[in-house]
């Protein structure tokens, strides 16, 4: 009797180890959405000359200007910061536009955990897109794409020193990036893909005059959304770059010598806007 309770005991105890080990196994890997954002890291703009553009930004950011051969042209890179070793800093892609618009062309943002093919997965069970081709643009309700990296992640290893001519005394040291803003065509209908996202307790901030919902990311990143001004299309409006600090008027007046064109900010009243040398919006803040 002592023998068969004991083979019943340990058999009990072996049935209980095997089926926690199930459970845990089932439960180790985390769902795949939402994020555990680590804030924004980079954009991308699209522009008819990169050369002339990466020239413009130069003139503006003191920092190091990067290159990387790509599909028979250059892209460059503007650096919001000095490149680690790892590499792991915020930039700027200056991509040529090829068939496409001159637009700010996606932005990207940072996961603790990026499980490509679980997101695509969560997405699609959800009925949104789960994106293509090769860099994984993620699209939301609009088309406006979302690129997601996992750290270390930073400027591509492809990408070296330019050897572009350019001026580098710039306006204004640039720290990172701080927000972008999208035209949506409804806040209240893009919201679930949002929280799909981001998890439904993301905190957030209405802004009124012009309504607008900003997402607030890790870092002191955010993205915000705004509905899209009647007759024009969904897109990624502006971006803002966060700066060291820096004289107002002086900057102002730095970017009328390059012939940039100030705009009025009364809705962000704290950063300098202004158009870039291909009409694309840009803020810095202190």
Known sequence: MRRRGFINLFGSTALASLWSSKAWSQTATPPALPLKNLGLEHLDIVVPDTAVSAQTYARIFKTKLHEQP?????????????????????????????????????????????????????????????????????????????????????LVAAANPSTLPVETNGLVQPKNLDHVLLHVSDIEKSMPYYHLVYGKDIKTERQS????????????????????????????????????????????????????????????????????????????KS
């Open 209 to 284: 005059s012009p309504d607008r919902l900003w997402l607030l990311l890790e870092g002191n990143t955010r993205i915000g959304l705004q509905k899209t001004p009647a007759g024009q299309p969904p897109r990624i409006d502006h971006f803002c770059i966060k700066v060291a600090p820096f004289d107002r008027a002086a900057v102002t007046a730095g970017l009328q010598k390059i012939g940039l064109k100030t705009l009025p900010s009364a809705d962000e009243p704290e950063v300098i806007r202004f158009s870039d040398n291909y009409g694309i919006t840009v803020e810095l």
């Open 70 to 154: 790509y599909q028979g042209a250059i892209r460059y890179f503007i650096l919001l910061g000095d490149l680690p070793a790892n590499r792991q800093v915020g930039y700027i892609a200056i991509g040529a536009g090829g068939n496409r618009p001159t637009a700010i062309g996606h932005y990207c943002a940072l996961a603790e955990r990026y499980d490509r093919n679980g997101v695509a997965r969560e997405l699609q069970a959800a009925g949104y897109s789960a994106g293509t081709g090769g860099f994984g643009m993620l699209p939301d309700p609009d088309g406006l794409e979302l690129q997601l990296f996992q750290p270390p992640a930073g």
